[in-house]
């Protein structure tokens, strides 16, 4: 028909994302962020439970104490977070996005802040994380990767000396891979 299609008023099959389809998770990271620290980080030294979803329900949360993550939103967390669950906010892909919002995200800093605080397991992989994307990053990603290698570094936890050592060896160490590749 001689009707006007919907892809013209940016309504039809494509909808109005047809333009741009990578969302703006800005937002998305500031409540992930909000949630995230309402809740209290799984210690890497305890296994979790085998059946994670009924622990989870009946699991005992204690009070945050003097070691509490200053980003903490409550003395008192909601509820703990699952190993899995923990694992899911630290993997690469949403991992890379978190550190591209980071700069334009309100609580990005503060989530991967509170995930690292007193745990040399999740600052590991933090660091490892950041230093296989600046290996790989174009040269104007790479300044976001290293923000949060600042706030790392600016934690003031009982691993603040290990977390920093940690990262100063294993980025030399990637450095000296890079230089001695070239001859």
């Given at each position: 028909g001689g009707a006007a299609s919907g892809s013209a008023t940016g309504t039809g099959p494509a909808g109005p994302y047809a333009v741009n389809n990578t969302p703006n998770l800005t937002h998305m990271v500031g409540l992930l962020s909000l949630l995230v620290r309402s809740c209290s980080v799984p210690?890497?030294?305890?296994?979790?439970?085998?059946?994670?979803?009924?622990?989870?329900?009946?699991?005992?949360?204690?009070?945050?104490?003097?070691?509490?993550?200053?980003?903490?939103?409550?003395?008192?967390?909601?509820?703990?977070?699952?190993?899995?669950?923990?694992?899911?906010?630290l993997g690469r892909p949403f991992?890379?996005?978190?550190?591209?919002?980071?700069?334009?995200?309100?609580?990005?800093?503060?989530?991967?802040?509170?995930?690292?605080?007193?745990?040399?397991?999740?600052?590991?992989?933090v660091i490892d994380l950041v230093r296989e994307n600046v290996t790989r990053a174009p040269l104007d990603?790479?300044?976001?990767?290293?923000?949060?290698?600042?706030?790392?570094?600016q934690l003031k936890d009982g691993q603040q000396t290990w977390r920093t050592d940690y990262m100063l060896r294993s980025h030399l160490r990637a450095i000296e891979?890079?230089?001695?590749?070239?001859?």
């Open positions: 210690q890497q030294d305890e296994p979790e439970p085998a059946n994670a979803a009924a622990a989870g329900a009946t699991q005992q949360v204690a009070p945050a104490g003097p070691g509490v993550s200053p980003t903490a939103v409550e003395t008192v967390p909601i509820r703990a977070l699952s190993s899995h669950e923990a694992n899911l906010i991992f890379a996005r978190i550190v591209k919002e980071y700069s334009k995200a309100e609580g990005a800093g503060e989530l991967l802040g509170h995930m690292c605080w007193e745990s040399k397991v999740y600052s590991k992989h990603q790479i300044k976001a990767f290293l923000r949060v290698l600042t706030a790392l570094v891979a890079m230089v001695y590749s070239r001859d």
